[in-house]
């Protein structure tokens, strides 16, 4: 079974932190490539950061960096976001997706695979 779940959003003041996880099966995961991006409302998907096979980081958006640090644990096979000082321009559904390719990694349209999403939500 294929599966993709975002867990940890929520709701926080401004200044707040958030870590975000992503829990995927072995065959979407290992050899992939991955990234978290986020839709806000009436906004188009954003790239936030990706991580590839190697584990070399791509990114940040300029608008995480420094705030947002993401990671990938290649024998859980499992993605995570830690979001600290967290902004409501932060607020969005955020979202894990995986990919065999290794390029492009901030194209949303490279991604095979995606999750659900999470909401997080900051208030000012």
């Known amino acids: 079974q294929v599966y993709l779940v975002e867990s940890g959003g929520g709701s926080v003041q401004a200044g707040g932190s ?9 065959d979407i995961f290992s050899g992939y ?40 644990d290649d024998s859980e096979k499992k993605l995570y976001l830690q979001m600290n000082n967290l902004k409501p321009e932060d607020t969005a559904v955020y979202y894990c997706a995986t990919t065999t390719t290794d390029y492009r990694l901030w ?10 999403g999470t909401q997080v939500t900051v208030a000012s």
Do not use: H, M, N
Request: with cysteine; charged share 25%.
């Open 33 to 72: 490539s991955v990234a978290w991006f986020r839709r806000a409302p009436g906004k188009e998907r954003e790239f936030v950061v990706g991580i590839r096979r190697s584990g070399d980081i791509v990114g940040y958006a300029d608008s995480v960096r420094g705030r947002f640090t993401a990671s990938r």
């Open 107 to 116: 194209t949303w349209s490279q991604y095979t695979y995606w999750g659900q």
């Open 18 to 26: 958030l870590r975000l996880s992503c829990t995927t099966s072995r």
